[in-house]
């Protein structure tokens, strides 16, 4: 008899990938003006990730201070219809410094539901399909977090509630208040940030030492399977350095996991960029990648990537080479 696990609470369009917005909107200058040109380039990423099967946009409320959403706003409101074959998810809860305080991260109900009107209005929506809180917040109070989610459900302002950057023992923390699933956790996976791999299974390990950081996501993605929460992985590209933008001074298991990558491309008749995301889609949890590339060719590499099956010792070659130490 097969166990049934609980179902993803899924969201109905979602997509094998995700699309991140966060290159999209200029320059990260908060005074320099939105222009047509950025535009243009959102218009082309977002056809590009549209034309590859994706439906589900991530964004957050800082994105190059705000012109990240207001440029897909921007392009919203030249193409309408473009609003009907996506779902739109953003985040909030870090505040950049400024006159009332430091950088700091804000999950108040009041921050949240002030968030969430600013994102709408630069969208140009009347809804965000899911809201993901950015990172933990230490002066977090799950019940305010749930009351301020309740009104903006109810308003119809927001779907569902995710979360991202965030441990096992946090959303159970958060959850126990809540009176609908966290849905989503967004975290950085990929072959050059392994951590959440690592520490569930590499105890006995000479190198664990040097690691302890690693330990602290013992658990997550085994919580996030067995409550159904869908688990995306941001910078699943690690920038590139393991498809064809390697540093000249990269370290030698760097280069390696690359001269490997390129040899499983050919391998299985793919760009390199889809077997890095391959690697992240065969674990067990269905990983979504959230690519934020805004070149429409690399966009349409990464297409590939749900057609790449990694065999168990693909999966494991890839795994040794980029922690550049056989396993324990
Ligand atoms: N939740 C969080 O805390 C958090 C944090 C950071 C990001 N995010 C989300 O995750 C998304 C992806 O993150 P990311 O953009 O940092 O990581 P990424 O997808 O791993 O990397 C994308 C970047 O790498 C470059 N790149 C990739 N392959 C390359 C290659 N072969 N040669 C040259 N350049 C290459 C891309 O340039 P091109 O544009 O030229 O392709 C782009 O600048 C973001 O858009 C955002 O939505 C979330």
Redesign the pocket.
């Given at each position: 008899m097969t166990t049934t696990l609980p179902l993803q609470h899924s969201l109905p369009l979602a997509s094998p990938l995700v699309y991140?917005?966060?290159?999209l909107g200029g320059s990260w200058d908060a005074n320099e003006a939105l222009s047509e040109a950025d535009i243009d380039h959102a218009q082309a990423a977002v056809e590009a990730a549209l034309e590859i099967g994706i439906t589900l946009f991530?964004h957050?409320d800082i994105y190059r201070h705000g012109k990240a959403e207001a440029s897909f706003g921007a392009l919203l409101k030249r193409q309408p219809s473009l609003r009907d074959r996506m779902l739109l998810q953003s985040?909030c809860g870090i505040r950049f410094a400024d006159a009332a305080g430091p950088k700091r991260y804000d999950l108040s109900a009041g921050h949240i539901e002030r968030s969430v009107e600013a994102s709408l209005r630069r969208l140009g929506t009347e809804q965000i399909d899911l809201l993901l809180l950015?990172?933990p917040d230490p002066l977090m109070e799950p019940v305010e977090v749930a009351e301020a989610f309740a009104r903006l459900r109810a308003a119809g302002k927001v779907r569902l509630l995710g979360v991202?950057?965030m441990q096992a023992a946090q959303m159970q923390w958060l959850a126990s208040a809540l009176d609908a699933p966290l849905v989503a956790n967004?975290l950085?996976l990929?072959l050059a940030k392994l951590d959440a791999f690592e520490a569930g299974t590499c105890f006995n390990d000479p190198q664990a030492p040097a690691h302890p950081a690693s330990l602290a996501w013992a658990g997550t993605l085994e919580h996030c399977q067995r409550a159904g929460i869908q688990i995306q992985a941001?910078?699943?590209?690690?920038?590139?350095i393991f498809?064809?933008?390697a540093p000249a001074d990269a370290p030698a298991h760097v280069t390696c996991t690359a001269a490997l990558v390129q040899q499983l491309a050919e391998t299985h008749r793919a760009p390199p960029?889809s077997v890095v995301l391959a690697w992240l889609m065969r674990h067990p949890a269905r990983i979504q990648p959230?690519?934020?590339?805004?070149?429409p060719a690399?966009i349409r590499a990464c297409g590939a990537a749900a057609q790449v099956r990694l065999s168990r010792e693909e999966w494991f070659d890839l795994y040794v080479a980029a922690r550049g130490a056989e396993l324990p």
């Open positions: 991140g917005c966060m290159g991530d957050a985040k950015h990172r991202s950057n967004q950085e990929s941001w910078a699943p590209l690690a920038q590139g498809s064809g933008k960029e959230v690519i934020g590339s805004a070149n690399r």
